[in-house]
């Protein structure tokens, strides 16, 4: 955008106007004296009159991917610099403080601690919603054959073609299935809650390791050196990728084993479910070399977290555990859940 100031140095005038541009700085001022009024041009005596030389301003829009206007961070950016990410940032900062052990450590002890807190409880109230939605499945298709007979009798009464018979069916049965599910509070959205509190605590995790081991952050400024001699084995320096890529290999199999155990469990499987394992298996191969370009503490959070989740998926299918927490019966449970497991995995990959 080009902005113009014109200064003039007239003697005993005042201005008349300010042409602003939409910013509202100063484009052009203008002057007029009060001999304007008299009737003729007014012109002023020599000498009276002295002009500035002419300053134009140039700001050129900002071409930087990712901003709105020049020095304004793009929306990374500001998830980064995100209040929730600098409380997490303090959160790693004080428990790295108040446990005395090395970072390596400390973030592999805070990621199972906060997924055992947080995500292992949403996960039972996960499966207590399947259980529930699968116990419904019997009433509903019995109340289904009652609805389709009630309505061909009012479709001989009343002449309805076979296209608003279908609309009426649909329309009773949702109704039907709705008051199921508030009746035993068990709408299958529940079941989803778990993926929308864990993905934002995956997320402000990894961006906070990312401050501090980047220097993003005031705070990660002054743990730099620490984090850069607080790894362990071959990650010695939590700040730079792992170029052994051990981690991230790693990561990319223990997450292709998690959703193998979801895939080999499932009785019948819809074409959704297959495109969402296909989905999942490709995000799973794609994290590999993701994680080999992002420092090791991100990388160690990430095959942390994928770890405990592998070992909360174990517990969640315990006999006693789901008797303890009063998990309704699954079409997947089992009294030899783990046994049932190694054999299917192995009747898969092993033929």
């Not at 170029?243 to 290999?249: F, S």
Request: net charge positive; charged share 15%; proline share 6%.
């Amino acid at each position: 955008m080009l902005g113009i100031r014109v200064a003039a140095g007239i003697r005993n005038v005042s201005p008349k106007s300010l042409v602003r541009n939409a910013s509202g700085s100063t484009l052009l001022t203008c002057y007029h004296t009060p001999q304007q009024n008299r009737s003729g041009p007014y012109i002023p005596p020599p000498g009276r009159i002295s002009f500035s030389p002419l300053t134009v301003h140039v700001r050129h829009a900002s071409g930087i991917s990712g901003s709105d206007d020049a020095g304004s961070p793009g929306w990374y950016g500001s998830i980064a610099d995100s209040n929730l990410v600098h409380l997490t940032e303090q959160l790693l900062i004080s428990s790295q403080g108040a446990t005395g052990l090395p970072w390596w450590a400390s973030i592999m002890c805070t990621t199972l601690a906060l997924r055992t807190v947080i995500t292992l409880p949403l996960g039972v109230y996960q499966m207590v919603v399947i259980g529930k939605v699968e116990a419904l499945q019997s009433e509903i298709a019995e109340l289904a054959k009652r609805l389709r007979y009630e309505v061909s009798v009012r479709a001989q009464e009343h002449g309805w073609t076979e296209r608003h018979c279908r609309y009426q069916f649909k329309k009773n049965l949702r109704r039907i299935v709705s008051e199921l599910y508030i009746r035993d509070n068990c709408h299958p959205f529940k079941a989803s809650l778990l993926v929308w509190v864990q993905l934002p605590m995956w997320l402000s995790l990894s961006l906070a390791l990312r401050n501090l081991s980047m220097a993003c952050s005031p705070a990660g400024s002054a743990l730099q050196t620490e984090l850069s001699t607080g790894g362990a084995l071959w990650f010695s320096d939590l700040t730079l990728p792992d170029h052994t890529w051990v981690l991230p290999i790693s990561l990319g199999l223990i997450n292709l084993l998690i959703i193998e155990m979801f895939a080999v469990q499932r009785l019948q499987v819809s074409s959704l479910q297959k495109y969402m394992t296909h989905f999942l298996r490709g995000v799973s191969v794609l994290m590999v070399p993701i994680a080999a370009t992002v420092p090791s503490s991100m990388a160690l959070y990430w095959l942390s977290s994928s770890l405990v989740g592998l070992a909360h998926n174990l517990l969640l299918r315990s006999p006693r555990l789901q008797a303890a927490c009063r998990i309704p019966p699954l079409r997947s449970s089992s009294h030899t859940p783990y046994r049932d497991l190694a054999s299917a995995l192995r009747d898969k990959y092993l033929p």
